[in-house]
């Protein structure tokens, strides 16, 4: 399928229009650095110190995520560019906090305030970006910070990135989860879909709709992402075979059995 499929043709513009700029870095090293510090507590200062209990921290009124630097199994990191360390200024103290956050902790990402949303919305301005990269070959485990190819996360990802300067958490499975904890629009049920939305799939096991149970659509089995255009279709890369980033319709075939969620990551 073409990319006469996106709809709004004349609308497409390239996601640099106006000043955006592709691979933009939006953290500074200070940045993170100031934020290590504030999460270990200045450990220079506390050298051979054991960490503080969180009996200590409780009965200090601390919270013990800001002030344990103890790394155990299952705990989740952050690194520069993660979405969770990316986080507004003006937003910096919404967890009364001054600013600090735990390790782990989401943060909600904001289209760049100075960006002009597209006639009819932001949601434009994605499919805009997201029809620039049509025909982008398949790499599976692409490079995060190379749009030359991509896998299916790195390609939505792009999208909002190149489009209005948010980024989006790097796997599909990640996504989805930032869509059920922030999304103000999610939904289980595809014919919700609205243009611009993230779509979520588990993985390909054939033609037939017994072949993907209720009771298996989980976030922890998503395998696939997409962005919905509207009238039916999505614009994804699945892979090598298929030919790189292209649209599909999603109705009556393997992507409607195998759809999870679905949501606006702008509402």
């Known amino acids: 399928m073409d990319r006469s499929s996106i709809g709004n043709s004349s609308s497409v513009r390239h996601p640099c229009q106006g000043g955006t700029i592709l691979g933009r ?7 993170a650095i100031g934020l290590l510090f504030a999460l270990v507590g200045c450990a220079g200062q506390n050298a051979g110190q054991e960490p503080t209990s969180e009996a200590q921290q409780a ?37 009364g906090t001054g600013g600090v956050r735990a390790l782990g902790e ?10 002009a949303p597209y006639q009819g919305g932001y949601a434009e301005n994605v499919v805009s970006a997201a029809a620039m990269y049509f025909g982008t ?29 948010m980024d989006l958490p790097k796997d599909s499975r990640s996504q989805a989860r930032y869509v059920e904890a ?24 054939g033609s037939n709709p017994e072949s993907y149970p209720e009771a298996e659509k989980t976030i922890d089995r998503i395998s696939h992402t997409g962005i919905y ?8 890369t699945a ?7 292209r649209i599909d319709d999603v109705f009556g075939n393997h992507l409607q059995w195998r759809f999870v969620l679905g949501g606006s990551v702008l509402e």
């Not at 870095?25 to 940045?31: D, H, P, V």
């Not at 199994?73 to 560019?81: I, S």
């Not at 485990?141 to 939505?156: I, L, V, W």
């Not at 255009?229 to 994804?236: C, E, Q, S, T």
Request: aromatic share 12%; glycine share 12%; hydrophobic share 35%.
């Open 25 to 31: 870095r939006f953290i500074r090293k200070s940045a």
């Open 59 to 95: 009965g200090n009124g601390i919270d013990r995520r800001l002030v344990d630097t103890r790394v155990t199994n299952g705990d989740l990191l952050l690194r520069q560019g993660d979405a969770g360390l990316e986080f507004a200024s003006s937003n910096a103290a919404a967890n």
């Open 106 to 115: 989401p943060v909600k990402a904001y289209p760049n305030p100075a960006i």
């Open 137 to 165: 070959p398949y790499e599976y485990g692409s490079d995060r910070a190379d749009p030359s190819t991509f896998d299916c996360s790195d390609f939505t990802r792009w999208a909002f990135l190149s489009a209005l300067g």
């Open 182 to 205: 922030f999304s103000g629009r999610s939904y289980r049920d595809i014919g919700q879909a609205r243009r611009g939305d993230l779509l979520f799939f588990v993985g390909y096991r």
């Open 229 to 236: 255009l509207g009238n039916g279709k999505m614009i994804h």
């Open 239 to 245: 892979s090598v075979r298929t030919g790189g980033v």
